[in-house]
């Protein structure tokens, strides 16, 4: 991408030398990365001076963690995954968890392998169990992650009457969002 810059900008500017303008990206990204490299040492400095029976393993600090990767990182290489395969089928059943409705969310897709995988996303918390919430909380959810509701190609839900039925379950809800589903 530099080197087009690079030779549309000596196209324009012919009297300047193209060894001069590359030495020039090549100063711009060496800032760049610099300082990229005083953070990561700023932060091993702190680490290393830090005290020996700091090991940032307290359960809040563990979940912080486990929240950063989950979402940030191992969540969008699945989407990732979920996109370049463009249909997926999705999977949810009701949980309840210290009190809470929640809603476990899995996604089937067939990859790039032609391996047929499910994969959980996320529990989803559901303020009331009916057809209505859960439908508006799994759609919501799958606009946040940019996964396009068109391509849903099938669903599978627990038993229960608020997900299959035909006229206010989350089956049909889905169905009016995405037809082929």
């Known amino acids: 991408m530099i080197l087009s810059e690079t030779f549309c900008n000596s196209i324009k500017k012919p009297n300047e030398n193209i060894d001069t303008r590359l030495d020039e990206e090549r100063k711009i990204n060496i800032e760049k990365n610099r300082h990229i490299v005083k953070t ?10 830090s005290n020996r029976n700091a090991k ?10 486990i929240t950063t990767i989950g979402y940030d990182i191992i969540r969008n290489d699945l989407v990732k995954e979920i996109k370049a395969a ?13 009190n809470r ?10 990859d790039q392998n032609k391996d047929i995988r499910e994969e959980f996303l996320s529990f989803l918390h559901v303020p009331r169990i009916t057809g209505e919430v859960i439908a508006s909380t799994m759609i919501q959810f799958l606009k946040d992650v940019n996964l396009d509701l068109k391509n849903i190609r099938g669903q599978g839900y627990g038993r229960a009457a608020n ?7 989350v089956q049909r809800k889905i169905k009016n969002e995405s037809p082929k589903a």
Do not use: K, W
């Open 86 to 98: 463009t249909f997926y089928s999705i999977l949810a059943d009701e949980v309840t968890s210290h």
């Open 56 to 65: 940032y393993t307290s359960p809040r600090i563990q979940n912080e963690i």
């Open 101 to 110: 409705e929640e809603l476990a969310f899995c996604i089937r897709f067939v």
């Open 40 to 49: 990561i040492a700023e932060h091993l400095s702190h680490i290393g001076i």
């Open 163 to 169: 997900m299959s039925s035909d006229n206010v379950g």
